[in-house]
């Protein structure tokens, strides 16, 4: 759990947009060809309304690289990770995409089905 915490934690502590109201997050990271962080998008869950955040990938490094060397030791690193938490109940939920690029990919032609798939669900 602490280094889902720290996970967690640096994501807060790096989406300044964040307002004091969340009540959920939910951030998709992506990895390239040598498992390192690359990009990073996801959303940001209020009470009437959610907003798009990006915590930079290369903030996040250390601790999401202690996670994986945990969950994933010597095979190869996912493509994506998806960070889900909700605030009032501390809960939260990791899922990895191994193969399928793709997954959770937003354009402008999904974006609101992608934001409310995303959206922790986790009560």
């Known amino acids: 759990m602490t280094e889902v915490a720290d996970i967690i934690r640096q994501i807060v ?7 004091d109201s969340w009540s959920g ?3 998709v990271i992506g990895f ?5 962080p690359d990009n990073s998008y996801g959303y940001a869950y209020y009470p009437n309304s959610v907003e798009a955040i990006a915590p930079a990938p ?4 250390a601790a999401i690289g202690g ?6 030791k010597d095979s190869p690193r996912p ?5 889900q938490f909700n605030r009032p109940s ?8 191994d193969k399928d690029p793709g997954r959770w990919q937003v354009t402008p032609a999904n974006i609101e089905r992608i934001r409310e798939e995303l959206r922790p669900k986790l009560d």
């Open 13 to 19: 502590n790096g989406t300044e947009s964040l307002r």
């Open 79 to 83: 493509r994506k990770m998806l960070i």
């Open 58 to 61: 290369w903030d996040l490094e």
């Open 25 to 27: 997050l939910s951030v």
């Open 32 to 36: 390239d060809d040598d498992g390192d």
């Open 90 to 97: 501390g809960r939260y939920n990791i899922e990895f995409e």
């Open 67 to 72: 996670y994986l060397n945990t969950v994933y």
